[in-house]
T-cell receptor
Framework: KQEVTQIPAALSVPEGENLVLNCSFT??????LQWFRQDPGKGLTSLLL?????REQTSGRLNASLDKSSGRSTLYIAASQPGDSATYLC?????????????FGKGTHLIIQP | GAVVSQHPSWVICKSGTSVKIECRSL??????MFWYRQFPKQSLMLMAT?????????EQGVEKDKFLINHASLTLSTLTVTSAHPEDSSFYIC???????????FGPGTRLTVL
């Protein structure tokens, strides 16, 4: 069974800084890995999905990398803004398959100070 | 990305009543939808996989007779919490998978409070 861990649990930084959120997973036989953003009391917004054949994906100021062999993924946020404040969740397929439900980490609660 | 809606967005009910939550895929037909719940300060936990035209698959520890799932069409799945109790109070979220990209898209969630 897949287990996902995210570090740090919380992070508070001044606006403008670049930052890295970490995610590790136990079952490396995954088809993909997905990063989400969750605002308080809201649903999830998909940020990036990395297929197992890829090493990274970029969207605007966000860059996610995937290293299956080490069971790690990172989400890099460049030039952080107060609007980036949210909880960031990493999720891997439950048992590796592309059509599976997801196993989530507990998230990194990010606060960007103006 | 895909648009997924849920209804209601929040509900408060008395203990012992049943509550139905709807999940709709607005952009494409979904043969599979997923139901998750999230307790305060916890992450999302997969409850069940909803399959169109067949029985749902429940995760270990989730009572299928308490959480009834019906996936009668390719755009609608419903979750009914039967005889709800305060410990069922949670945030229930559904998702659909875009098979073309393997991306999961989530609904806005339903906040259930059982008094």
């Amino acid at each position: 069974k897949q287990e996902v861990t995210q570090i740090p649990a919380a992070l508070s930084v001044p606006e403008g800084e670049n930052l890295v959120l970490n995610c590790s997973f136990t079952d490396s036989a995954i088809y993909n890995l997905q990063w989400f953003r969750q605002d308080p009391g809201k649903g999830l917004t998909s940020l990036l999905l990395i297929q197992s054949s890829q090493r990274e994906q970029t969207s605007g100021r966000l860059n996610a990398s995937l290293d299956k062999s080490s069971g790690r993924s990172t989400l890099y946020i460049a030039a952080s803004q107060p609007g980036d404040s949210a909880t960031y969740l990493c999720a891997a397929p439950y048992s590796g398959g592309g059509a599976d439900g997801l196993t989530f980490g507990k998230g990194t609660h990010l606060i960007i100070q103006p | 990305g895909a648009v997924v809606s849920q209804h209601p967005s929040w509900v408060i009910c008395k203990s012992g009543t049943s509550v139905k939550i709807e999940c709709r895929s607005l952009d494409f037909q979904a043969t599979t939808m997923f139901w998750y719940r999230q307790f305060p300060k916890q992450s999302l936990m997969l409850m069940a996989t909803s399959n169109e035209g067949s029985k749902a698959t429940y995760e270990q520890g989730v009572e299928k007779d308490k959480f009834l799932i019906n996936h009668a069409s390719l755009t609608l799945s419903t979750l009914t919490v039967t005889s709800a109790h305060p410990e069922d109070s949670s945030f229930y979220i559904c998702s659909v998978t875009d098979r073309g990209s393997d991306t999961q898209y989530f609904g806005p969630g339903t906040r259930l409070t059982v008094l």
